[in-house]
Structures are given as structure tokens and as C-alpha cells.
T-cell receptor, first 111, second 112 residues
């Protein structure tokens, strides 16, 4: 069966520190992968999506970047966090015609 | 520019009654619509979907209605149960394989 792992569950980081959130998928090949952020009053905002290794599309200009070094691995990064980067980050995957499956999310607080 | 709009941030409904959550969209090219349910500190889970060629889809207590001319869809939950208390996200995509655009969500409270 397909599963998605996202970690850590919670993270508190100081302003200006780097960030690396990892997401891995099991039980499927060549999934589409997505990073979303839920910020207060903003709903679920699509940040990045990837249709294959090394292929990243950015939806909104921001302080974050994404990479897909392996087929089932998706990484969200920042070199220097801002207070506005706080939020609930969600990774999701989809395979053709089957809709999205979300991970359990990471609560990031930048202090 | 918000393409999927949920104008009610919250909704309270008595247990056993019908819950109706509304959603409007602006892009007539959307082909596929979905509803997701989310509990605090968890990822959203898929609830129900509808293709643009249909106007109704039913799954147990959940029914989604689509009015393409009004660019409006709604989710009906009958009867409402305490476990239905959550945030509900309306979402749309240009096809089943495309990225999904979400609304801001509506928090549903089921009152005892």
C-alpha cells in the first residue's frame, strides 16, 4: 500500500536559521509531489510541485526552495528563515487519476 | 487572486441536522472538484469529488452538488455527527491529474 512520511512533526527555529523538511513516499513510482503551506487565514497554499526527479515548479515567490533528488523524495528548504515562514507545511503525492494523499504535516514556528 | 472561495470561515450545526458548506470558483476551465476534511495537526483527507460533467455525486451521508452556470458547489452532510466537526476545504483542478487549488476552508462545529 502507498504511504507518505513527513518529518519532523513540529519544529521551532530562530529567524535566520536554515530549514530542511523531508517527505518520502512508499509503494508507488513516479508520483507527482507537492508542498503546501497552511498559514493563519490563508487556507492551503500550493508552494511547489514536481512531476519527476529534478523537475520543480514554484507557484509563489518566496523565501523557500524545493528539490527532488530521488523519485520518491521531496525536500523543502530555506537558507534563512523569516518570521512569515511560520505555518503548517504539508507534503502530498498523487498518481494519475487518483487524487491527492497528504502527509501528517510539520508545524513550523519561527521565533 | 483567489480562484476557489469559501466565504464562510465557520459554521455551527445541530447534531442530526443537515450541514451545508458552500464554495464558489472563478475559473470556468476547472474540470474536477473535490472536498477535503482536516482535523487539527493532521493532513487533509479526501472526502468526495465531482467531475464537471456531473451535477451531483453522493457517498453515504455526503453529497456534493455542482452548479456550473453559477460556478458554485456545495457539500451536504446528512445527518451531521459530532465527528464531522473539522475544517472542510473545497478544491478544484483543471483535470484529475493536475495540481489542486484549495479554498481557505470552513470550520464546521457540530453542536450536541
Amino acid at each position: 500500500s502507498q504511504t507518505i512520511h513527513q518529518w519532523p512533526a513540529t519544529l521551532v527555529q530562530p529567524v535566520g536559521s536554515p530549514l530542511s523538511l523531508e517527505c518520502t513516499v512508499e509503494g508507488t513510482s513516479n508520483p507527482n509531489l507537492y508542498w503546501y503551506r497552511q498559514a493563519a487565514g490563508r487556507g492551503l497554499q500550493l508552494l511547489f510541485y514536481s512531476v519527476g526527479i529534478g523537475q520543480i515548479s514554484s507557484e509563489v515567490p518566496q523565501n523557500l526552495s524545493a528539490s527532488r533528488p530521488q523519485d520518491r523524495q521531496f525536500i523543502l528548504s530555506s537558507k534563512k528563515l523569516l518570521l512569515s515562514d511560520s505555518g503548517f507545511y504539508l507534503c502530498a503525492w498523487s498518481v494519475r487519476g487518483y487524487g491527492y494523499t497528504f502527509g501528517s504535516g510539520t508545524r513550523l514556528t519561527v521565533v | 487572486d483567489q480562484q476557489v472561495k469559501q466565504n464562510s470561515p465557520s459554521l455551527s450545526v445541530q447534531e442530526g441536522r443537515i450541514s451545508i458548506l458552500n464554495c464558489d470558483y472563478t475559473n470556468s476551465m476547472f474540470d474536477y472538484f473535490l472536498w477535503y476534511k482536516k482535523y487539527p495537526a493532521e493532513g487533509p483527507t479526501f472526502l468526495i469529488s465531482i467531475s464537471s460533467i456531473k451535477d451531483k455525486n453522493e457517498d453515504g451521508r455526503f453529497t456534493v452538488f455542482l452548479n456550473k452556470s453559477a460556478k458554485h458547489l456545495s457539500l451536504h452532510i446528512v445527518p451531521s455527527q459530532p465527528g464531522d466537526s473539522a475544517v472542510y476545504f473545497c478544491a478544484a483542478s483543471f483535470n484529475r491529474d493536475d495540481k489542486i487549488i484549495f479554498g481557505k476552508g470552513t470550520r464546521l462545529h457540530i453542536l450536541p
